[in-house]
C-alpha cells in the first residue's frame, strides 16, 4: 500500500498522463475533472476546487511570481491555497445578479465553466470578455447597451462572482509600485503538477537505469530512502 506521499505522486503522475501534451483549453478541462468540478459550477467555484486540488497534491503553502510592470521586477510571494479556495467560491443560494438599465431591471446569470470553451477561438482577450459577457446576457444582445451599462454588467457579475478572477496586491521590493497581479489559476496548477511528474519521472528512469527496478518499485520508495539512492548514483 503506497503512503499519502507516494499516493500523491501517483495522483500527480495520473494527471499529467491525461493532461501532457493537449491544447489549452482540454489540460484545463483535465484539471477540473480531476478536481470534481462541473460543467454548470461558476468560474470561482472552479478556480476554488482547482485550489483545492491544489492542496491535496502540494499542500497548502503556494509560492508564486509576478513580474512588476513598470520595473519588471520579478517578485516572489507566497499565498495559502486552501485558505484562498475557502473565499472563492459563491453562496451556493445567491440571488442572480441583476442590474438596472435604462429604468427596467435585467437579470443575468453567472458565466460557468461550460461557456469557456466557446472562448477558445477568441483572438483577443477583449473579444474573449466581449463574448463570455454575451453568453450572460442570454437573448439580450451587448449591442444594444452602451459602454457604461456594459461595464456595470460586468462589475455586477464580478460582485457576484469575486473569486471568477483571482488577483493579489503586491508591492515592488524594487521600484515600490503597487499593483494587482492576477494569477490565473489553471496553468499555475499545471506548471507544479508538470514540473513534479518530471521531476519523478529522471528519478525512475535514474534509479531504473542503475538498479533495474521498475517504475511502481521506484514510486513506492519512502522519498528519504530515494532520496539517499539518488545520492548514491549521483543522480540527486
Given amino acids: 500500500m503506497y503512503s499519502a506521499a507516494a499516493q500523491r505522486e501517483q495522483d500527480i503522475l495520473a494527471l499529467w498522463d491525461r493532461a501532457a501534451g493537449r491544447a489549452r483549453r482540454q489540460r484545463d478541462d ?7 468540478a462541473a460543467a454548470t459550477d461558476s468560474i470561482g467555484a472552479g478556480n476554488a476546487a ?19 510592470p513598470i520595473c519588471h521586477t520579478d517578485c516572489e510571494f507566497t499565498a495559502d491555497s486552501a485558505v484562498l479556495a475557502d ?4 453562496p451556493v443560494d445567491a440571488t442572480p445578479p441583476r ?17 469557456l470553451a466557446g472562448l477558445a477561438a477568441a483572438s483577443d482577450s477583449a473579444t474573449a470578455a466581449r463574448l463570455l459577457l454575451a453568453r450572460c446576457l442570454g437573448e439580450a444582445s451587448p449591442i444594444t447597451f452602451d459602454q457604461d451599462a456594459l461595464d456595470r454588467i460586468e462589475a ?9 478572477v483571482v488577483a493579489f496586491t503586491l508591492d ?8 494587482q497581479a492576477v494569477i490565473d489559476i489553471a496553468p499555475a496548477l499545471w506548471a507544479e503538477v508538470q514540473a513534479a511528474a518530471e521531476r519523478s519521472l529522471l528519478e525512475v528512469d535514474a ?12 514510486l513506492a520508495l519512502p522519498h528519504a530512502r530515494r532520496a539517499a539512492y539518488l545520492q548514491l548514483v549521483g543522480a540527486s
Avoid: K, N
Fill in 99 to 115: 442590474v438596472a438599465i435604462s429604468g427596467s431591471e435585467l437579470t443575468l446569470r453567472l458565466p460557468a465553466l461550460s461557456d
Fill in 207 to 218: 534509479l531504473a537505469r542503475e538498479y533495474g527496478w521498475s517504475e511502481a518499485e521506484v
Fill in 50 to 68: 482547482l485550489l483545492s486540488l491544489r492542496t491535496r497534491l502540494f499542500g497548502a503553502s503556494w509560492r508564486l511570481r509576478a513580474v512588476c
Fill in 156 to 164: 455586477e457579475l464580478e460582485r457576484c462572482d469575486p473569486g471568477a
Fill in 30 to 36: 483535465a484539471l477540473l475533472t480531476a478536481a470534481g
Fill in 172 to 179: 515592488c521590493p524594487d521600484c515600490g509600485h503597487t499593483w
Fill in 87 to 90: 473565499g472563492l467560491a459563491p
